[in-house]
């Protein structure tokens, strides 16, 4: 137990931690969905109330908080940053458009759904999902309008594989934060994600995107660039994101960005492979555990796009040069709530709130992944934010993960994954830009993007839990 913790508690009894945990929770959800206040400042004076409430010094509750900022900042910003430059070259290239339009000129008719279900996925692994969706929903809509299928039908699977990537596999920051405040297996919950991912993508994409498109029919809306959709959206950190690739540099080729996309993914699963299958101390298992581990594996996969997207595109060394140092500052925004929602964790665990909660788990009998996921969905629902959701969620069941073996810490990390994704409504700038791309009003993206993520959050914590009881 931390200094901070042992004051707290010495000078607070159970009802004013619990009341201090509302309370900042209150604050946090407040600044944010009524204020406006961005998520970064909400979480600093969320964990100085916290602090605070419960009775600790000023002083402390800033070390405290310092302490999970910068440790989060350690393990998980690196990540996001390397994943980032590989997104960055992989749009920049045209590699994303190759993928795309390879796999999409290969199929046609009944099969194109699924087919963009995977594209959407495999595209998805290094793009964070607003960037995903601005490369792939003009594509979406060429289809479209190409094969008279119908929007939702072939916008719905590339939506669904999106999001469960987002919600579920690493490198998203979602995810890692959860994998870090939980001390989880990185490796371990990328394979278990991806295990819970297909059927869930399957679900909630193909199978949902042929029902509602039956009931909620849409016009093709005139394609608009990615920039005028993000700026038409409200969040111009999406604006941002939002550039064409150039159009006059040659495509690296198909395999080629594939193989890139998958280096660091195939990485890490070795490692996971490796430390269930080999004993300590054996080569072929020290080998993978350096190479897949996550920093190397994604250091590895931005050094082989710098030549398989930036090189064989065309690009000269300023040019990578300048693709990969302009990924950094989009991402600015994402790294510093990430942070300061690891400094509202530690606040948590060092008052000792997360002791009092997984006590009461335990005397109420409610299972740690449900616990989890009900508290992530609540926090999603108020704030319309995956990220602040999984990082609060994480940081107050924290203290069951020491109770749980190995894969049950890497499941309980996925079911907050799967309630940070319920319900996204009108507190959620993704609400907004689906609706624009898509030309829909409210209650139609409502009844199509905000069930659709309902069901990836239900069906995914479905799996999840099916796992749980097999591992």
């Known amino acids: 137990m931390t200094s901070l913790a042992a004051e707290a508690i010495t000078d607070a009894g159970t009802g004013q931690l619990v009341l201090a945990a509302v309370l900042a929770i209150v604050v946090v959800v407040l600044l944010i969905a009524w204020a406006k206040w961005h998520p970064f400042l909400a979480l600093i004076l969320g964990s100085a109330t916290l602090g605070l409430v419960a009775g600790a010094s000023p002083g402390t509750t800033v070390t405290s908080f310092t302490t999970g900022l910068g440790s989060t900042v350690g393990s998980v910003g690196l990540l996001i940053a390397l994943?980032?430059?590989?997104?960055?070259?992989?749009?920049?290239?045209?590699?994303?458009?190759?993928?795309?339009?390879?796999?999409?000129?290969?199929?046609?008719?009944?099969?194109?759904?699924?087919?963009?279900?995977?594209?959407?996925?495999?595209?998805?692994?290094?793009?964070?999902?607003?960037?995903?969706?601005v490369l792939l929903v003009p594509i979406v809509l060429l289809v479209a309008r190409r094969t008279?299928?119908?929007?939702?039908?072939?916008?719905?699977?590339?939506?669904?594989?999106?999001?469960?990537?987002?919600?579920?596999?690493?490198?998203?920051?979602g995810p890692l934060v959860a994998i870090s405040s939980l001390n989880a297996d990185l490796g371990l919950t990328l394979l278990f994600g991806l295990i819970c991912a297909i059927p869930t993508v399957i679900v909630a994409g193909p199978v949902f995107g042929n029902w509602i498109a039956k009931r909620v029919p849409l016009p093709v809306p005139a394609l608009l660039g990615p920039a005028d959709a993000a700026v038409a959206s409200g969040d111009e950190d999406y604006?941002?994101?939002?550039?064409?690739?150039?159009?006059?540099?040659?495509?690296?080729?198909?395999?080629?960005?594939?193989l890139t996309v998958l280096l660091p993914i195939v990485l890490m699963l070795a490692r996971a492979v490796g430390e269930l299958t080999a004993d300590k101390g054996n080569p072929v298992r020290d080998a993978l555990d350096v190479l897949g581990?996550?920093?190397?594996?994604?250091?590895?996969?931005?050094?082989?796009?710098?030549?398989?997207?930036?090189?064989?595109?065309?690009?000269?060394?300023?040019?990578?040069?300048?693709?990969?140092?302009?990924?950094?500052?989009?991402?600015?925004?994402?790294?510093?709530?990430?942070?300061?929602?690891?400094?509202?964790?530690?606040?948590?665990?060092?008052?000792?709130?997360?002791?009092?909660?997984?006590?009461?788990?335990k005397d109420a009998n409610i299972n740690a992944l449900l616990l989890g996921w009900l508290v992530a969905v609540g926090i999603r629902v108020a704030t319309g934010s995956a990220t602040v959701?999984?990082?609060?969620?994480?940081?107050?069941?924290?203290?069951?993960?020491?109770?749980?073996?190995?894969?049950?810490?890497?499941?309980?990390?996925?079911?907050?994954?799967?309630?940070?994704?319920?319900?996204?409504?009108?507190?959620?700038?993704?609400?907004?830009?689906?609706?624009?791309?898509?030309?829909?009003?409210?209650?139609?993206?409502?009844?199509?993007?905000?069930?659709?993520?309902?069901?990836?959050?239900?069906?995914?914590?479905?799996?999840?839990?099916?796992?749980?009881?097999?591992?």
């Open 83 to 133: 994943g980032s430059m590989i997104g960055a070259l992989l749009a920049e290239s045209g590699g994303a458009d190759g993928i795309v339009n390879r796999i999409v000129e290969r199929v046609s008719g009944s099969a194109l759904p699924w087919a963009m279900a995977g594209v959407a996925a495999l595209v998805g692994l290094p793009l964070f999902f607003e960037v995903g969706v």
């Open 148 to 173: 008279d299928i119908g929007l939702l039908r072939v916008g719905i699977p590339a939506l669904a594989g999106l999001s469960v990537l987002h919600g579920l596999v690493p490198p998203h920051p």
């Open 239 to 258: 604006a941002k994101d939002a550039t064409e690739p150039d159009r006059n540099r040659r495509n690296p080729g198909f395999w080629p960005a594939v």
């Open 293 to 361: 581990n996550p920093p190397v594996a994604l250091l590895f996969g931005v050094l082989l796009a710098m030549w398989s997207l930036g090189k064989r595109s065309g690009m000269d060394r300023r040019e990578t040069n300048a693709v990969l140092g302009g990924s950094l500052p989009p991402i600015a925004g994402i790294l510093l709530i990430v942070a300061a929602g690891g400094g509202f964790k530690q606040v948590l665990v060092d008052v000792g709130v997360g002791n009092i909660v997984a006590d009461a788990a």
């Open 389 to 471: 959701a999984t990082i609060t969620a994480a940081g107050i069941v924290a203290p069951l993960a020491a109770t749980l073996d190995k894969p049950e810490v890497s499941l309980l990390a996925l079911a907050i994954g799967c309630g940070s994704l319920f319900f996204s409504h009108v507190n959620d700038a993704g609400f907004w830009l689906v609706k624009e791309y898509f030309g829909m009003t409210v209650g139609q993206t409502i009844k199509t993007w905000s069930v659709m993520e309902t069901i990836i959050s239900v069906v995914g914590f479905i799996f999840v839990f099916l796992l749980y009881l097999v591992v």
